[in-house]
Nanobody
Framework: QVQLVESGGGLVQAGGSLRLSCAVS????????MGWFRQVPGKEREFVAA??????????DYQDSVKGRFTISRDSTKNTVSLQMNSLKPEDTAVYHC???????????????WGQGTQVTVSS
């Protein structure tokens, strides 16, 4: 059974930082692209960041609005993926979901597995 369990969400003031983590089990972690998406009520789930690992090389991709502020990373020894979020803005408020995809990085929502999500709230 595949499980993706997020943690680290919370309430933070604008300009602050949070670090989200996702613990993954039940799949061959090294063969999956890992990503983060976010969703606010009434809107579609949107791509935030993704990371792929090719042994000697790691590829990352980010939504334009988070470039330079967010950093995605993965630890294949612990089967975890993290999202370091700095300089947070109120518009970053959303439920953040971890996701896994067998294949390449895509910014659409055609990913294989999803976590339940963790709430991030940024106050102004």
């Amino acid at each position: 059974q595949v499980q993706l369990v997020e943690s680290g969400g919370g309430l933070v003031q604008a300009g602050g930082s949070l670090r989200l983590s996702c613990a993954v089990s039940g799949l061959s972690f090294r063969t999956y692209v890992m990503g983060w998406f976010r969703q606010v009520p009434g809107k579609e789930r949107e791509f935030v960041a993704a990371v792929n690992w090719y042994g000697s090389r790691t590829d990352t991709d980010y939504q334009d609005s988070v470039k330079g502020r967010f950093t995605i990373s993965r630890d294949s020894t612990k089967n975890t993926v993290s999202l370091q979020m700095n300089s947070l803005k109120p518009e970053d408020t959303a439920v953040y979901h971890c996701a896994a995809r067998h294949g390449t990085i895509v910014k659409g929502t055609t990913w294989n597995y999803w976590g339940q999500g963790t709430q991030v709230t940024v106050s102004s």
